[in-house]
Structures are given as C-alpha cells and as structure tokens.
C-alpha cells in the first residue's frame, strides 16, 4: 500500500499564495508521476498540475502562470506553489502519483484532500 499525506491548505485572500506538500510513502518500486487535482463544490474532479519523473509539468491553462510544481524525487514529495490566488481557485486539492509497487503493479493513489479558500 502507498500513503500519500497532503499539508499546507488554508484561507488566504485573493491575490495571496499558498503552498501545499505531498508525501508518498510505503510500498513504492518507482513512482511514474505525481501531481494535483482539485474539486469545487458542484463540480467534478479536475487536474491542476502534474509533473512526470522526467521533470516534465502539465498544467490546466487556469493555473499557467501562477501555480508552480516541484518534485523533491529523494523524499518522494511533491510541492505545489500558488501564487495570485483567485476565488476560483476555491476548492479540495487532491494529491495524486502513479506508482508502480514492489509487486510491479502499476497504480493510481489518491490523498485524502486538502481545503483551499481563498476569499476577502
């Protein structure tokens, strides 16, 4: 099994900056991605930013320009910088990694989210 523990949501105002962590632990052979999703009430599920073992990002145009991620490949942590929060940007973020197990099955994890709220 692989754990993947989420920290740093909160309440900031608009324009303001946030910067949210992930850590996989557990039963990790190589780890393919990581990365974050998020959901707004009412909405479904929707990538923010992902980032490949090669260092490669992919990001939702809404956060281009503004959301930052960073790999820390020796701890197995992920960093998600936001800055020039908007309203919009309200929602649960969910951490994510494709990992491939010590039993050299590939699977998706899921953290267990953290609140971002960003209002005046």
């Known amino acids: 099994q692989v754990q993947l523990v989420e920290s740093g949501g909160g309440l900031v105002q608009p324009g303001g900056s946030l910067r949210l962590s992930c850590a996989a632990s557990g039963n990790i052979f190589v780890i393919n991605a990581m990365g974050w999703y998020r959901q707004a009430p009412g909405k479904q599920r929707e990538l923010v930013i992902t980032?490949?073992?090669?260092?490669?990002?992919n990001y939702a145009d809404s956060v281009k320009g503004r959301f930052t991620i960073s790999w820390d490949t020796a701890k197995n942590t992920v960093y998600l910088q936001m800055n020039g929060l908007k309203p919009e940007d309200t929602a649960v973020y969910y951490c994510?990694?494709?990992?491939?197990?010590?039993?050299?099955?590939?699977?998706?994890?899921w953290g267990q989210g953290t609140q971002v709220t960003v209002s005046s």
């Open positions: 980032i490949t073992s090669g260092g490669r990002p």
């Open positions: 994510n990694a494709d990992v491939i197990a010590r039993d050299l099955v590939r699977r998706d994890y």
